[in-house]
Every structure is written in structure tokens, then in C-alpha cells.
């Protein structure tokens, strides 16, 4: 088993992950009890397909591989030198990951290829499941077993590189020699519980979702409740401020081997992605984990992300989609201009009121108008 577990370092190595560990395939009876805990008491959010049955096959690999003896954990750094946000024009911020090709493809080749390494590597074909955070699986409890890191109390996983990575699990019939945990913690630190704008991390290692602006910006499907709005600051795409705070990361950050690709998305003109219609928000996002958030919810999180920087040169695309986008985007464009409150915003808001049938679009436009 020892031999066989060199030579899954070695092809880890050879596929492109950064970091490799290897798990027993025992049940996460622990793991499962706090998942269900959150679950029930609603911190997972509005996400219709993360039930409790989802969570108890998730954490019996057993239900997802009969004969499952071993899970190789990976992990890919995403980390790069951050580019300058523009200081002219309206621009958004994007969550790091997000400046790059989607690493689910990525991942996922990266993992056949390991796969097939090992089978000649070792003269032998065997059963195996991959997932990279499309699965069932705890993917980050996964690597904790694997000896990849250790949790943080804002909830990410901590390897030697940060927690700038990306993972992925191949669940296998192989027996592997197991990987330790690493006898690690946070210690005393708790930067990144205070630095989250809208209290997400409500308490060390427990974070809610309906308050992370990762969630909102790009799982959550309806409008974003008025309280939040204004902590999201201007995040259009996911958020890093609980991890750019993270003293390990500071530390010990170092660029990926393999990069996913080169970066873009860095950050996004919010005017421009306010006026654009369904065809050029699929060409400009093709291969990006920006198309996950779809169209309206980007433009929602645009309108906020102008409100919140106040942008006047804004005010036309707003009060354009005030009279011509979705309800939803509706909704948000008047408070993006109410916060703007310039008499031509204002001017806007009351001639759309005037017009406006969807009840749920003429209260935000009353209470925008209130607030201008």
C-alpha cells in the first residue's frame, strides 16, 4: 500500500494538483450530525437541491462507490497577483476563482488523467467516482481527513499554500495507505470572523449563508434582502474578504503550478454589464463561473454594486433597466437609485412609478424615492 501511495503522489503531482492527500473511505458520522444540524436550523441557505438525503449519501462513500476502500483528496491553488480595480468608471469586484476558466472542466480533465496514470502505473484497471464540487460529497471535510489542511473558523479549508484552492475527490476501490490529519488550528486568531461586512460568520467555524455575500451573489435566485444590500459594498461575483484578511494566506500564498489558464474577469464595468441581453452575456462569459450567477442575477448585484459606489454617470443604464429589465432587475435598479439620489434619479424613480404594475417593483420604487 505504501508503494501504491507514492505512486499517487507522484501522478497527483504529474496531473497538475498542487497538494494530494489520501482519506479511508469510513463513513463522516461526525461531519454528517453538523451538517444536518445547519441544514435543519436553515444556514445552507434557499437551495432546493441540498436536501438531507443529499447530505447523508454525501457522507457514506459507500452509497456513492460500493467497495469503496480509499478517497484521493486534491487540490489546485487559483492564487495570483491581484490587478488594480480601475479608479475610473463603475466596476465590480469578482471573486478570485471566478477570474478564471471554470474549474470544474479543468478539474475534472486533470482527475481522468490521474485516474488513467494510475491504472498504467499500477497494471491494473479499478472502479473510481471523481467530483469537484458537483457532488454529494464534503469535499472539504474529505480533504481534512486527507491531511490536505485544516479548517478555518470562517470555515475554508487551510493548506501549507492558504486557502487559495480549489478541490477535487476520487473515490476508489484501491486500498491506500491513509494520510494523517494535520494537527493544526486557527489558534487564537479570529481576523476574518470580524472583517465579514455582513456578519456571516456568526461564530468561530459556523458560517450562515443567507448572509455571505458568496451566496447571494451568485446562488441566491430572488431579490437580496434590503438589509444586505448595503454591506455588499460593490462584490458583483462571489467574495474574498474573509480570506484576503486570513494571516495564512498573507503568509504563505504562493502562485499555482499549473495555472487554471490566464486570468480575466479580473473585474467587470457595471454599466456594461447592465445593458447587455441574454446572447452577449453567454459569449462574453462562455467557459466562466460567471454564467452560474445568469444574466439577471449579475444585473441584480450590478444595480446594488452602483448604489453602493454611488456612480451618477449610471443613472441612464439604471433608469433604462428600471423601465425595460426583468422584475427582479427592476427591483434593484430603483435602489441603486435611490442611493444615487440625484434629482435625475429621483426624477426616474417617480416617472416609474407612475407606470409601474409589478407590486413588488412599486414598493422598492416608493422606498427608493423615500430614501432619495
Known sequence: MASDKALVKRCAREAGFDLVGVASA?????EQAVVLERLAHGMMGQLPWYTEARVRRGCDPQ??????????SVACSYYGQSPAIPSVGSHGRVARYAWYRDYHAVLKKRLKGLAGMLQEGLGKSFAYKLYVDDGP???????????IGFTGKNTNILTRAGSWVLLGQLVT????????PLVKSCGSCRACVPACPTGAITSDYVLDSNRCIAYLTIEHRGPIPREMRPLMGDWVFGCDICQDVCPVNLRRAAPAVAPLSPPQNTSLELVELLE???????????GSP??????????????????????????????KALGQAPPLVRGHAAWGLGRIGTPEAQRALAEALAVEQDPWVREEIALALGAA
Open 276 to 286: 447587455m441581453d441574454e446572447e452577449q452575456f453567454v459569449e462574453r462569459f462562455a
Open 173 to 180: 476501490d484501491l486500498e491506500l495507505e491513509p494520510d494523517r
Open 63 to 72: 452509497a456513492i462507490l460500493p467497495g469503496a476502500r480509499s478517497i484521493i
Open 137 to 147: 460529497m464534503l469535499d472539504r471535510e474529505v480533504a481534512r481527513r486527507a491531511g
Open 26 to 30: 469510513a463513513p463522516f458520522a461526525r
Open 290 to 319: 460567471i454564467r452560474r450567477a445568469k444574466l439577471t442575477g449579475m444585473q441584480r448585484n450590478a444595480c446594488i454594486a452602483l448604489g453602493n459606489l454611488r456612480v451618477a454617470e449610471a443613472v441612464p443604464a439604471l433608469t
